[in-house]
Every structure is written in structure tokens, then in C-alpha cells.
């Protein structure tokens, strides 16, 4: 009897640390394929052209997920939650974490200096500190940029075009993304020269912040706005529409998704090319290129879209020359 029970308690005793030991073979045989950190501000729903476009982009280069390769996806619906979030892909010691623009960037370089950080539609990242040069990056960190501070100026210059009695105009701008500064000082640069007095309206979650920030411009007597860009003024498209309706004010985006959504216009990079060409960049990163040695590239495709829908619904004719100049025109 005693030997009977001494070799139940040594088989359960084995089944139990095989037991333990499986998660453990499974984590090993996970991480022999390479984890891509995925590190985004905004709703999962809200990204899911540009998540397509990174996985058709890698599909490219010979990356399936699932087969050859993991992506660890995290989303912060605030802010505030970015920093957790980077240092929880920091301590799955990923192999590179895909933080798409400055506010995930700032994010997960304070969580590391060492995994690489690739980002794909960054404002501004010599201006904010994330590299030391677009050609000569340095540190852990390189990627895509939209050169936003020369985006802003020709978005301005062409809601002007748009709306040419416009001497008021809002920049609705969140203070808690890096890039806003540099943006709003090109903007304040370039409404002098356009003669437009610019309202600046800060809207710090840009999410709560929305309704006021629109009663503000309205007080303001401002005829439209610009807003400059940052994730969550994709992940919120369809309120900022409602509440530039509401206050018929017509308005500047930098994506097309803003004017699907029902914004008068947008002009900016094609943020799934974006995404597409950020594969390459993880690439050969996995391949053993080092993040400082692969220069920063700037946008190539850009696209001025209208929505003819929503002019007409504010009362707003825009001139034939725009449309004329326009990508895409949504009736």
C-alpha cells in the first residue's frame, strides 16, 4: 500500500510539473517567432484600415502573423494609459514596438532605450526630441514622418482658399500630444502672412473636451477651424462632424476618415501607405539593422479630399479650382 501511494504521489507529482511546465514550452515556442509590440492611442475599431495595411505590408515581405511572426496589439482609450501599456510590451521584451505616432512614441521611449521603436505617421520628430536628425536618427527610435508643421500651413492655406471671407479661424489642438507646439507656432507663422487671426481652442482628452471646445469657437465668432491632428481626432471622427454641423463651422482634417466621417475636408499623407511602408522598417529591423543607422523618410503620397455633402449642408460653396485640384470629392 505505502509503495502504491509513494508512486501515486511521484506521477502526480511529475503531472504537475509538466502541467507548469507547459505554458513555459508554449511561451518558448511562441518566441521563436519574432513579437511586434503594437502600442496605439484610439479605438481598435477606429484603426482598423491602418492595422490591414501593416499586416498587408508585411504579408509583403514574407510575414504572416500567426505563422512566422506575433503581433502583441495594446490600445489606450486615454492618454494616460499609454505609459503602462509601453512598459507592459517592455516587459514582454518584444522585439521592436510599432508606436505610430509622437504620443505612443513619447510613451515607449520612456519606458526603453534599448527595444527598437519604430513609428509610422510621426508629426514632428526632430522638433519633439525622438531623433536627433530625420537622416541620422540616432538612439533606438526611426520610422515615418508627416512633416506636420508644413502641413498645417498648406491645410490652412487651402481652408482660406475654401472659405475666403474667413479672417477667424479656430485650431482646435490637444496640449497633451508633443507635436502640438511646433504645429501651432507654423500656424501662427502662417496666418499672419494669409491675414487670419488665429482662435486657439484647446481641447486636452479631445474627447470630453469636444463640446466645449466647439461652444468656445462659436463664442470666439470664428467662420471655421483646423484641426491639428492627433489620434484621437481619428478614433472620434463621427462627434467632430456632428459638432461642426451643429456649430456650422467648416473644418480642416488631416485624414481622409475625418471627411467620410462627415468633415468638410482633409489634405494630408495616406496614412495606410504609411503603415505599409513601416513594415519595411520593422523588417530589417528583425533582419538586424540597428534603428539609428536607418534614416527617418517623409511621406510621399498626399491627398486633398472634400465632402460636397457637408458644404452643402453649411451653406458653403467651394470654389471650382479646389475641386478641380481635389483627389477625391465625396457627394
Known sequence: MQFDQLKRRD?????GGAAAAWPLAALAQQRTMPVIGFLR???????AGRVEALRAGLRQLGYVEG??????????????QLPELAAELVRMNVDVILALSSPEVEATRQATKTIPIVFSNHADPVGVGHVASLPRPGGNITGLTIVLTDL??????????????????????SPTVPSYRPALQALETAGKTLGVQLVMVSAPTLVEDFDEAFSTMS??????????????????????AELALKHRLPGMFLLKE???AGGLMSYGADSNDLMRRAATYIDKILKGAKPADLPVEQASKYELVINLKTARALGLEVPPTLLARADEVIE
Open 152 to 173: 498645417v500651413v498648406k491645410q490652412l492655406e487651402i481652408l482660406k482658399e475654401a472659405v475666403p471671407q474667413s479672417t477667424r479661424i479656430g485650431a482646435l489642438f
Open 41 to 47: 492611442l484610439g479605438l481598435a475599431s477606429a484603426n
Open 219 to 240: 463664442r470666439e465668432q470664428v467662420v471655421a477651424f483646423l484641426a491639428v491632428a492627433t489620434p484621437l481626432t481619428v478614433s472620434y471622427r463621427e462627434r467632430l
Open 11 to 15: 506521477l502526480l507529482t511529475l503531472l
Open 258 to 260: 475625418n471627411v467620410e
Open 67 to 80: 505563422n512566422n511572426i506575433v503581433i502583441e496589439f495594446r490600445w489606450a482609450e486615454t492618454i494616460d
